[in-house]
T-cell receptor, first 115, second 110 residues
Framework: DVKVTQSSRYLVKRTGEKVFLECVQDMDHENMFWYRQDPGLGLRLIYFSYDVKMKEKGDIPEGYSVSREKKERFSLILESASTNQTSMYLC??????????????FGDGTRLSIL | RKEVEQDPGPFNVPEGATVAFNCTYSNSASQSFFWYRQDCRKEPKLLMSVYSSGNEDGRFTAQLNRASQYISLLIRDSKLSDSATYLCVASRAAGNKLTFGGGTRVLVKP
């Protein structure tokens, strides 16, 4: 079974802090993704990565950055946390390559509250 | 218009009954489709992939209609444990990215 592990289930931070959310997958997947999920807005893609040291912006990258130094690890960084970044953050991974998109496998999620 | 649209529900279903619901997608270039299940305050979990010819997995049947650009999910003999939000997912035109619908909430009651 695919295992995607997010470093924290719940996190409380203050406005202006730099926040790091960590995600590790154990299936040697090429692709990794960060989403946020908010009521009424569904899952929205923040950033994704197809390979080590590679990153691409998703639909809502503003206020975020990412780092992928190792294949198994994908970090999401909130440069200066703001209250509108309070959300559920979900990391996912999938196999790369091939003509068809592979399903994504999610971590447990991190509920982040910015005070 | 959202790329993937779903009726948010809730669909209230008597235990043992059959329930079916659709989702529509706007990107005609989408190649891959999935149904995910998400329980309250949990992560989405892959329920099944959706193939062009339609496919079945136990009590769950998924259908794809490319001409009308919709996907359906049918649940037979509903169990209380089927209560969840079901997310419809379509691939995007480029890259291994997916677009998630807002979800359809299903409540199975005794």
């Amino acid at each position: 079974d695919v295992k995607v592990t997010q470093s924290s289930r719940y996190l409380v931070k203050r406005t202006g802090e730099k926040v790091f959310l960590e995600c590790v997958q154990d299936m040697d997947h090429e692709n990794m993704f960060w989403y946020r999920q908010d009521p009424g807005l569904g899952l929205r893609l923040i950033y994704f990565s197809y390979d080590v040291k590679m990153k691409e912006k998703g639909d809502i990258p503003e206020g975020y950055s990412v780092s992928r130094e190792k294949k198994e690890r994908f970090s999401l960084i909130l440069e200066s946390a703001s209250t509108n970044q309070t959300s559920m953050y979900l990391c996912a991974s999938s196999l790369g390559g091939g003509p068809s998109n592979q399903p994504q496998h999610f971590g447990d999620g991190t509920r982040l509250s910015i005070l | 218009r959202k790329e993937v649209e779903q009726d948010p529900g809730p669909f209230n279903v008597p235990e043992g009954a059959t329930v079916a619901f659709n989702c529509t997608y706007s990107n005609s270039a989408s190649q891959s489709f999935f149904w995910y299940r998400q329980d309250c305050r949990k992560e989405p979990k892959l329920l099944m992939s959706v193939y062009s010819s339609g496919n079945e997995d136990g009590r769950f049947t998924a259908q794809l209609n490319r001409a009308s650009q919709y996907i359906s999910l049918l649940i037979r003999d509903s169990k209380l444990s089927d209560s969840a939000t079901y997310l419809c997912v379509a691939s995007r035109a480029a890259g291994n990215k997916l677009t998630f619908g807002g979800g359809t909430r299903v409540l199975v009651k005794p």
